[in-house]
C-alpha cells in the first residue's frame, strides 16, 4: 500500500470515528428528551387524576354540608312548632279552652252553677289542658284513633280534662280531645269501660250516652 493510500485510510477512519462521537449525543439527547415528555405525560395524567378525585371530594363534601343544613333547618322548625313563644303558648292555649267552651258549652253554664250550688261555693269547676309546660311555652299534642285497634286514625288532638276543683283534691268530670285545627271536640273514655264500644265519641254520641253526666236537681 502506498503512503498516499495509507493517509487517506487513516483521514477515513478518523472522519467515521468523528461522526460517531457527533451522533452518540444527539441520540442521548434524543432519548432525554423522550423520556422527559414520558415522564411529563405521566405527571400531567396523574395531576388530572388528583384533580378530579379533589373534585369529587368537593362535591361529596358540598352535598354532605347541604344535607347537614337542612337538617338543622329541619330540626329548628320542629323545635319551632313545638316550643312557642309566650305570646303564642298563650294564644294556643286560649283557642283550645275557646273551642272547647263553644262546642260544650254546658261545662260553664250548668256544670259550672251546678258544683257551686251543691259544694256551697267551696269547690268550681276547673279546666286543664294537658301536657302544657310554661317553662318551655310547649302544648303536647296526642295521637287519636277511632277504636281501639287503631284502625282509624282521626289525627292530633289537645287532650283536656274537666274536673271538680277542691282545695286539696280534683275530682274529674269529664275528658276531652280539642284538634289542632280547633274545629272538633271528642269526648275520651279514659276509664275504657266495658260498656264502651270506642276510646272516643263524637259530641253527639256522648250526649245521647250513660257516660254524658246527669245533674240531679
Not at 302544657?132 to 286514625?153: A, G, L, N, P, W
Request: proline residues 2%; aromatic residues 12%.
Amino acid at each position: 500500500m502506498g503512503a498516499k493510500s495509507l493517509i487517506t485510510l487513516v483521514l477515513s477512519v478518523l472522519l467515521i470515528s468523528i461522526l460517531l462521537v457527533s451522533c452518540a449525543p444527539s441520540q442521548a439527547g434524543e432519548v432525554e428528551v423522550q423520556e422527559a415528555q414520558g415522564k411529563d405525560k405521566v405527571q400531567e395524567e396523574e395531576e388530572m387524576q388528583e384533580g378530579q378525585e379533589a373534585q369529587e371530594k368537593e362535591k361529596v363534601q358540598e352535598k354532605e354540608e347541604m344535607q347537614e343544613e337542612q337538617e338543622v333547618q329541619e330540626g329548628q322548625e320542629n323545635q319551632s312548632k313545638e316550643f312557642l313563644t309566650e305570646e303564642e303558648y298563650l294564644e294556643e292555649y286560649g283557642k283550645i279552652l275557646r273551642c272547647l267552651d263553644e262546642q260544650v258549652p254546658e261545662i260553664d253554664n250548668e256544670w259550672w252553677d251546678y258544683v257551686a250550688d251543691k259544694t256551697g261555693g267551696e269547690a268550681h269547676i276547673n279546666t286543664r289542658v294537658v301536657g302544657d309546660d310554661m317553662t318551655t311555652y310547649s302544648i303536647e299534642m296526642f295521637d287519636v284513633y277511632r277504636d281501639y285497634e287503631k284502625t282509624e286514625y282521626l289525627g292530633k288532638y289537645y287532650y283536656v280534662i274537666v274536673a271538680e276543683q277542691w282545695e286539696d283534691h280534683r275530682p274529674a268530670w269529664a275528658h276531652f280531645y280539642v284538634s289542632e285545627d280547633f274545629d272538633e271536640v271528642l269526648w275520651c273514655d279514659i276509664a275504657m269501660g266495658e260498656d264502651s264500644e270506642y276510646p272516643v265519641l263524637y259530641l253527639d254520641e256522648w250526649r245521647n250516652s250513660d257516660f254524658y253526666p246527669k245533674l240531679d236537681k
